[in-house]
């Protein structure tokens, strides 16, 4: 498989990982060119276990970035050590990465995602749940606020750090809300009004043509006639 780029993402990379935490991958591959030439296209993602990775072949990737997805996009700005497949072509994403980003698509994108986390927490009620339950609420809690301020960043800065600062706010943040889930729905509310008062760096479109020009390199690098 040709894959361009790939590193260590999730808990590890935002630095909320706790002993026994899965290791998750995620990376992006370039199907040959002529497998696109058929009836049927290459598959479009391959997922695993043991070891967790998620790799998506790079069109699907793109599009996934361009609409501001934040488990994808994270890819692109992880710090340096937390990647471990880099290719040129890999590189050449990197650089472009801003092109990916528009206003509307970021805050729909974290917003949506946070929410779709704090649905999980109301969904399971008043705390009195297992050992087990009570630490994927923890979790959800962690990643609720994550998204708010990392999706807030690149908002208003055009930049995202994966690495969150104060990672032990992060855990408090989840103890509280495994204890009372309607604790997280202040913050959620506060990011709203954030976003809502804030003035966004990114434009209200993203810039395709990059992305187009390197997908276009790719399939050029990856043709055997």
Same mark, same amino acid.
């Given at each position: 498989?040709?894959?361009?780029?790939?590193?260590?993402?999730?808990?590890?990379?935002?630095?909320? =990982?706790?002993?026994?935490?899965?290791?998750?991958?995620?990376?992006?591959? $370039?199907?040959?060119?002529?497998?696109?030439?058929?009836? !049927?296209?290459? $598959?479009?993602?391959?997922?695993?276990?043991?070891?967790?990775?998620?790799? !998506?072949?790079? $069109?699907?990737?793109?599009? /996934?970035?361009?609409?501001?997805?934040?488990?994808?996009?994270?890819?692109?700005?992880?710090?340096?050590? /937390?990647?471990?497949?880099?290719?040129?072509?890999?590189?050449?994403?990197?650089?472009?990465?801003?092109?990916?980003?528009?206003?509307?698509?970021?805050?729909?994108? #974290?917003?949506?995602?946070?929410?779709?986390?704090?649905?999980?927490?109301?969904?399971?009620?008043?705390?009195?749940?297992? =050992?087990?339950?009570?630490?994927?609420?923890?979790?959800?809690?962690?990643?609720?606020?994550?998204?708010?301020?990392?999706?807030?960043?690149?908002?208003?800065?055009?930049?995202?750090?994966?690495?969150?600062?104060?990672?032990?706010?992060?855990?408090?943040?989840?103890?509280?809300?495994? =204890?009372?889930?309607?604790?997280?729905?202040?913050?959620?509310?506060?990011?709203?009004?954030?976003?809502?008062?804030?003035?966004?760096?990114?434009?209200?479109?993203?810039?395709?043509?990059? @992305?187009?020009?390197?997908?276009?390199? @790719?399939? =050029?690098?990856? #043709?055997?006639?």
């Amino acid at each position: 498989m040709n894959v361009l780029l790939s590193g260590i993402v999730g808990s590890t990379a935002y630095g909320l =990982a706790k002993p026994g935490s899965d290791i998750d991958r995620l990376g992006l591959f $370039a199907a040959d060119t002529t497998a696109f030439h058929g009836l !049927h296209g290459p $598959a479009e993602s391959h997922v695993t276990t043991n070891p967790d990775r998620t790799l !998506h072949e790079a $069109a699907k990737w793109c599009r /996934l970035a361009l609409g501001g997805n934040p488990t994808v996009m994270e890819l692109v700005w992880l710090p340096d050590d /937390l990647y471990e497949v880099r290719t040129p072509l890999g590189d050449e994403l990197i650089e472009i990465r801003s092109s990916l980003l528009s206003a509307k698509r970021v805050r729909y994108a #974290y917003l949506g995602y946070a929410t779709q986390q704090f649905k999980r927490l109301y969904d399971r009620g008043d705390g009195s749940f297992s =050992a087990d339950t009570r630490k994927r609420t923890e979790k959800h809690a962690r990643h609720l606020m994550r998204l708010c301020h990392q999706g807030f960043e690149l908002y208003t800065t055009g930049r995202l750090n994966v690495r969150v600062e104060n990672p032990g706010t992060f855990h408090e943040f989840g103890e509280e809300v495994a =204890a009372d889930t309607m604790t997280a729905l202040p913050l959620l509310q506060r990011f709203e009004e954030r976003f809502d008062q804030a003035k966004s760096v990114l434009p209200d479109q993203p810039d395709e043509a990059p @992305v187009e020009a390197w997908l276009h390199r @790719v399939r =050029a690098a990856h #043709y055997t006639p």
